[in-house]
């Protein structure tokens, strides 16, 4: 299924349902936890394949939003990110436990007006 969400587009296995958050609350969140009270596994592995470099994260260093994804009403933990694509569009994949693929968004800057 793609969708249009924040201005770029979203892939995902589940059907997608918006909903809007005091964003203040979402800031202070951090991957630890998941929405329904799951633990997180711990670590994120992002492997930026545009710029060609690898990283890791602790889920309490990332937000929620991050660090979970919630699939068909259950709250999957993401183990790892790959950024692919190029550097005016981003394709960002998250994956979860056994390389499980779990949503892809695609960043890329909003058209230019039309002169």
Not at 19 to 24: E, F, I, Q
């Amino acid at each position: 299924m793609l969708n249009s969400v924040g201005g770029g587009e979203y892939l995902c296995k589940q059907n997608l349902s918006v909903t809007h958050h005091n964003p203040t609350e979402v800031n202070k969140m951090t991957g630890t936890t998941s929405p329904s009270g799951a633990t997180h596994p711990g670590q994120i592995l992002f492997e930026d394949r545009v710029d060609d470099r690898q990283w890791t994260k602790q889920a309490n260093e990332v937000p929620q939003t991050i660090a979970w994804v919630n699939v068909e009403g259950v709250w999957l933990p993401v183990i790892r990110i790959e950024i692919t694509g190029t550097v005016d569009k981003r394709r960002i994949t998250k994956y979860g436990k056994d390389g499980e693929f779990l949503e892809t968004t695609i960043q890329s800057p909003p058209p230019r007006p039309r002169p």
